[in-house]
């Protein structure tokens, strides 16, 4: 009998089905987690878009589970590292308007979260001390992170511990979006232009490392301009040259990851078409 994978026995986790496929007991509907209730219901308003669970590939978990474990422990390092260098969460944007002071939580969500994924990947608690530095952390983890790869096979050949991968790759994705480790071209919220008076500044992040930030005003009128040598004023001209020759820097900055990305997934598929070709 085919094993399903790990994900399918997860109830608080999206299982992984197959696209456009129905299991015999599909009602026609999607179902949802409901955390009040601790289980799954029927979503009545929505169709059901597959619900015949994914086999099992690697161990317990599917082809693409695997992938995201794999990623995962790739930029453990760099993540658990990040997220114990940051000492509190962001705080939600008000509009300027200030709030009652609340319960103050003595350990940061960040911290929290780094731990989760240390004992997931086999880290016996405590994984960190509150004084470890962040030389210490990253010594820590990747000793633990090297050992968790070293031992992937074995971690999600058994149904346990396909669980507690499927949950790193969840604590993971997670904390990539609340915590994210780069930065991204945004509106800057509830802050006028000093020179047109608008609310159409836009913050500029670095295109490498050590980079220069920038804060420019979209305001075709105004080009005003902030970074690290002060105030400017372009003319529109000027502001034009500048947007060009940013945006084939980004161009090339990103054609340059979309070339290791893909040749990243091709690695992956020679791997996985020569380990079919040695099963048969």
């Not at 790869?149 to 511990?161: C, L, Q, R, S």
Request: aromatic share 6%; net charge neutral.
């Amino acid at each position: 009998m085919s094993l399903v994978c790990a994900t399918n026995d997860v109830p608080e986790l999206r299982p992984c089905v197959v696209a456009k496929a129905h299991s015999s007991g599909c009602t026609g509907f999607a179902s949802r987690w409901d955390a009040e209730t601790a289980q799954r219901i029927t979503v009545w308003t929505v169709e059901c878009k597959g619900c015949l669970p994914a086999l099992a590939e690697h161990g317990c978990l599917c082809f693409s589970c695997w992938m995201k474990l794999n990623d995962g422990l790739n930029m453990a390092v760099d993540v658990i590292t990040h997220l114990r260098s940051v000492d509190r969460a962001a705080q939600t944007d008000n509009a300027g308007v200030r709030v009652a002071a609340g319960w103050v939580i003595p350990i940061p969500s960040t911290w929290r979260a780094a731990d989760d994924l240390m004992v997931l990947i086999g880290c016996p608690a405590p994984g960190f001390l509150s004084t470890d530095d962040v030389n210490q952390v990253q010594a820590i983890t990747e000793e633990i992170v090297a050992r968790a790869t070293a031992g992937m096979v074995a971690w999600v050949a058994t149904v346990d511990g396909a669980r507690d991968a499927v949950r790193f790759n969840a604590v993971m994705h997670s904390a990539l979006i609340q915590h994210p480790m780069e930065d991204y071209e945004h509106r800057v919220r509830n802050v006028r232009c000093t020179d047109c008076g608008q609310r159409s500044l836009m913050w500029k992040p670095p295109l490498m490392f050590h980079g220069e930030v920038r804060v420019e005003c979209t305001n075709a009128a105004c080009a005003f301009v902030v970074d690290q040598t002060g105030y400017k004023h372009l003319t529109a001209i000027e502001a034009l040259d500048v947007k060009a020759r940013l945006d084939v820097e980004r161009k090339r900055i990103s054609a340059e990851k979309r070339a290791v990305a893909k040749a990243g997934r091709e690695a992956v598929k020679l791997e996985r078409e020569a380990a079919r070709a040695a099963q048969l």
